[in-house]
């Protein structure tokens, strides 16, 4: 059983990012689905959540309108399109499921 996000890299202020958080070993159309960020020398925040049944959102204040989670039961991923992003955005980045998983971190890295 285990979450495995990716998609994290380097981009420029204003560019974009889409991260993956893929399940295995259990089905996402059972647990919400949240998303993290740790930036250095900081603690680890939420940053957008999305539910089992109908699918509503949250997001942090400083994502709102830029950020957008998303989920493929069918293809039991998660994602978070990342757009507009400034360099407060760099962070890695963790998935989180309600049933106490976590995936390993991505890293983006968003250059001024």
């Known amino acids: 059983v285990q979450l495995q996000a990716s998609g994290g890299g380097l981009v420029q202020t204003g560019g974009s990012l889409r991260l993956s958080c893929v399940a295995s070993?259990?089905?996402?159309?059972?647990?919400?689905i949240g998303w993290f960020r740790q930036a250095p020398g900081k603690e680890r925040e939420g940053v957008s959540c999305i539910r089992t049944r109908d699918r509503s959102t949250k997001y942090a204040e400083s994502v709102k309108g830029r950020f957008t989670i998303s989920r493929d039961n069918a293809k039991n991923t998660v994602y978070l399109q990342m757009n507009s992003l400034k360099p407060e955005d760099t962070a890695v980045y963790y998935c989180h499921s309600n049933l106490g998983y976590w995936g390993q971190g991505t890293l983006v890295t968003v250059s001024s």
């Open positions: 070993g259990f089905s996402l159309g059972y647990t919400a």
